[in-house]
């Protein structure tokens, strides 16, 4: 490595010494000219093709469908009468001790207030459910 205590004079050297750096950026060429080669693969594999039209097989189990009102108020699978907490609870517990275990599907209305779908998804993970889904539209 090539040093400089300055010139004759005694004031310090105002030279850049650009040696190591052309080392280092050397070594750098090196290394990516032998790497470079290795990044392509030679190895063919036929890999699997994703086939959108194919469809899954429905759950032997039907889905649980929760609807839930702006005011609170539930029906199970589309039923015209509103079931209570309790009722709900026991259904929980029912569905959950089945085997394969139902999804349950909640539809909640737009305005409903997210203290009551909480306190669902509370009452599902407390007995046991845990296939949940969330029902939507497909446009805003």
């Known amino acids: 490595m090539a040093m400089s205590s300055g010139n004759e004079s005694g004031s310090p050297m105002s030279e850049i ?3 190591p750096l052309v080392d280092v950026m050397l070594v750098l060429l090196i290394i990516f ?8 693969h030679r190895i063919k594999v036929d890999l ?6 194919t469809t899954d097989t429905p759950p032997l189990t039907p889905p649980m469908d929760l609807a839930i009102k702006e005011d609170g108020s539930m029906y199970l699978n ?9 009722e709900l609870k026991s259904k929980f517990a029912v569905f959950a001790a089945m085997s394969p275990q139902p999804e349950l599907q909640i539809r909640a209305a737009k305005d409903t207030e997210f203290r009551i779908v909480r306190k669902v998804l509370g009452e599902a993970k407390g007995s046991g459910m ?5 029902m939507t539209t497909g446009k805003e």
């Open 130 to 134: 845990v296939h949940v889904g969330f």
């Open 78 to 86: 589309d039923d015209s009468n509103a079931i209570t907490d309790a």
């Open 17 to 19: 010494n650009v040696t």
């Open 33 to 40: 000219m032998i790497t470079a080669p290795l990044m392509s």
């Open 48 to 53: 699997p093709t994703a086939n959108p039209k």
